[in-house]
């Protein structure tokens, strides 16, 4: 390898790192010249894996084992089963500095790394958020966010809090449900970012994980307070006040917020506004998938040109409102220019006229009613956009924009996408997939 070396044309650099690599790991499969050994135990078993290990190189990536290793050669290690596993691994990487692991590998490996206070710690975590998607029998995401609420790894919950969220109907019907605990369900049930099908999926699989759990009276009833009764229909309500098991036994605990959604949809929304505070949650759409929502867009090629579509939502949630229908036209341009940044013309020959690039363009994404009605008095419309993504042969939600109830588009649409490159990660087989979501919001008229 060539190197600029006091400007010697004949300098170079002769890297046999490999080799050393591999003289590294002679040294600890064949054990020659150990001077400390290892024997760790796990309380299912009498017999201890022993690993014989040398000293100056196990100090310097760990200062746990400089100083366990300072006054004694030999030690024992009490490992749980599933970290003793995984002992010879991470031994491994003490002399090469790298390390393959699979999914249900993550948290023992994590738990070694933080144990014995590696680097290799915050490399687990990287893999942890940035293989979420990956599919696995049991799910994986649920476990993870349990394990890092338990360490505190803030960063680590929140990537899977947030996945939970944008992905949340894939997670309802999945063996992962019934091991969410109370503290993460509730979590979700607060939030407004949820993706899912409808509001009458999130209640019954609430109801599979009540029956399942069988938590006390006093958490079920706080669950079942968390569902938006009022984006559920009449003729669904009824179904469950007769049908649902659990609403039924707790039905003294949610039934002013039944009573209450039922008056939301037979009166008008606006005469209803009059009295009840319609700026609380309980009245506030998630991001649900159904037709009455928004539409799906499928861009092939979105670097090309400039697209448009259109489609229709119902007016409102309500049943004063829920017949009636607005038509939202949607425009793409994948490189529109700022114009901070268009060309400007003068007059003056001496003028130079500062080229345009392709690449200083970004995309934009504007969403506008097609008319306006009367009928929009005492609503507006926030919009969330959904960016489906592929990894690892699944197809996931990993973007989501929210627009203001004010603005027809937002400054940040595919601000780090570059749509010019078919591997992107924004694109599935070159084609950018949209979720567009409408969520009508009501408030009081002053």
Same mark, same amino acid.
């Given at each position: 390898q060539k190197a600029d070396l006091g400007g010697d044309a004949t300098a170079a650099t002769i890297n046999h790192s490999l080799t050393l690599l591999q003289r590294l790991q002679e040294l600890l499969q064949n054990g020659n010249s150990s001077d400390s050994v290892l024997r760790v135990r796990t309380a299912a078993s009498d017999e201890a894996k022993v690993f014989h290990t040398h000293q100056l190189l196990l100090s310097l990536q760990s200062e746990v084992f400089e100083g366990l290793l300072r006054n004694q050669s +030999? &030690?024992?290690?009490? $490992? !749980? @089963? $599933?970290?003793?596993?995984?002992? $010879?691994?991470? %031994? =491994?990487y003490l002399y090469c500095g790298g390390v393959s692991l699979l999914l249900h590998q993550a948290i023992p490996l994590h738990q070694l790394a933080s144990k014995y206070r590696l680097g290799l710690q915050r490399g687990v975590a990287d893999y942890m958020r940035s293989h979420l998607a990956s599919e696995s029998s049991q799910g994986h995401v649920v476990g993870w966010y349990h394990y890092a609420a338990r360490i505190g790894d803030t960063a680590l919950q929140e990537s899977c809090l947030q996945f939970l969220a944008w992905n949340l109907s894939s997670v309802l019907g999945s063996a992962e449900w019934a091991s969410v605990s +109370? $503290? /993460?369900l509730l979590l979700l049930l607060e939030r407004?970012?949820? &993706?899912?099908?409808s509001e009458l999926e999130l209640y019954t699989a609430v109801e599979a994980w009540l029956a399942r759990r069988q938590p006390e009276d006093a958490v079920a009833e706080r669950v079942l307070r968390a569902i938006r009764y !009022?984006? %559920?229909? @009449?003729?669904? /309500?009824? =179904?469950l006040q007769t049908q649902s098991v659990v609403l039924v036994r707790h039905y003294s605990a949610v039934q002013d917020l039944l009573f209450q959604a039922f008056q939301f949809h037979a009166a008008s929304p606006l005469h209803f506004a009059k009295y009840f505070d319609v700026n609380c949650s309980m009245f506030l759409p998630r991001n649900y998938l159904a037709p009455s929502?928004?539409?799906q867009w499928v861009i092939n090629n979105p670097a090309r040109d400039d697209r448009s579509t259109s489609f229709q939502t119902q007016l409102g949630p309500s049943s004063h409102d829920s017949g009636k229908r607005v038509?939202?036209?949607v425009l793409f341009s994948p490189r529109w220019l700022p114009v901070s940044l268009r060309p400007v013309y003068s007059d003056s020959v001496s003028s130079a006229i500062q080229p345009v690039r392709i690449e200083d363009g970004r995309p934009r994404l504007v969403v506008t009613p097609a008319t306006s009605s009367p009928d929009f008095a005492g609503v507006s419309f926030q919009k969330t956009v959904l960016v489906g993504v592929r990894q690892q042969g699944r197809i996931f939600v990993k973007h989501a924009y929210s627009f203001h109830q004010s603005s027809d588009e937002t400054a940040d649409f595919l601000a780090h996408a570059d749509l010019q490159k078919r591997t992107s990660e924004y694109l599935i087989?070159?084609?950018l997939h949209l979720h567009i979501i409408i969520k009508p919001v009501y408030h009081s008229l002053i």
């Open positions: +030999v &030690v024992t290690l009490h $490992e !749980p @089963p $599933e970290t003793a596993a995984l002992f $010879e691994k991470f %031994i =491994r +109370v $503290e /993460l407004s970012d949820l &993706v899912l099908h !009022p984006m %559920i229909a @009449p003729s669904q /309500l009824f =179904r929502w928004g539409s038509t939202w036209n087989d070159n084609a």
